[in-house]
Structures are given as structure tokens and as C-alpha cells.
């Protein structure tokens, strides 16, 4: 019903940039929020950044000052600007999308992309 592609990862020395995109389709009312998840090998998945439809935004700790997460809400996509990149910042990164699917069913549904890898040498 939803798919959630995600584009942009990549390898990257420390120091460098990456931007993540994430363009959600199919039958979609609205959503409410998207953003991003990153899993290490032999970590368990965490928050990296979130935003409302509204605008407003959350960060982990750990990328704040140098992650910007942004929206176009016209095209349903979700962007991850990653600056000073570090090594400790290689993961693979997930769009997550919460989806209203219809008005006659307004819970909404999470939906996760296929994932990203990116990978930042030191």
C-alpha cells in the first residue's frame, strides 16, 4: 500500500557530507511524521531525526549540530543533510514514514524503507 524508497547513502571519508532522501508513495492520505533510523552491526536501531508536518523536529543527541532533517510535504519526501560526518555515524539509515491511510481510518501506520547504507572511513 505504501513504499518508502531511500537514496543517497554512500561511503565518505570523516569530516564529509551525505545527503539522504526518502520519497514515500501509494495510497496515503497524509502523514503525520517521517524520519530517520540508523542500525549498526550488533547494535540495536535508534532514533537519528524525525519531523511533523508541521515542521517541528527531533534530533538524538549524538547528531545534533550536524544533522538536518527536512520535509517536502508536497512530494511526500523526507531529506537527511549529514555534515562532519564520523565513523561512528556508519549504520544503515531507515526512512520511517507514520501514514494515515484513508479518512475512514485514521489510526496511523508506521511504514520503513528498504534501508541505506552509509559508511564513513576514518
Known amino acids: 500500500q505504501v513504499q518508502l524508497v531511500e537514496s543517497g547513502g554512500g561511503l565518505v571519508q570523516a569530516g564529509g557530507s551525505l545527503r539522504l532522501s526518502c520519497a514515500a508513495s501509494?495510497?496515503?492520505?497524509?502523514?503525520?511524521?517521517m524520519g530517520w533510523y540508523r542500525q549498526a552491526p550488533g547494535k540495536q536501531r535508534e532514533l537519528v531525526a524525525t519531523?511533523?508536518?508541521?515542521?517541528?523536529?527531533n534530533y538524538a543527541d549524538s547528531v545534533k549540530g550536524r544533522f538536518t532533517v527536512s520535509r517536502d510535504n508536497a512530494k511526500n519526501t523526507v531529506y537527511l543533510q549529514m555534515n562532519s560526518l564520523k565513523p561512528e555515524d556508519t549504520a544503515v539509515y531507515y526512512c520511517?514514514?507514520?501514514?494515515?491511510?484513508?479518512?475512514?481510518?485514521?489510526?496511523?501506520?508506521?511504514?520503513w524503507g528498504q534501508g541505506t547504507q552509509v559508511t564513513v572511513s576514518s
Open positions: 520511517d514514514a507514520l501514514v494515515i491511510l484513508n479518512i475512514m481510518v485514521p489510526t496511523p501506520m508506521h511504514y
Open positions: 519531523i511533523t508536518s508541521g515542521g517541528g523536529t
Open positions: 501509494g495510497s496515503i492520505f497524509s502523514i503525520k511524521a
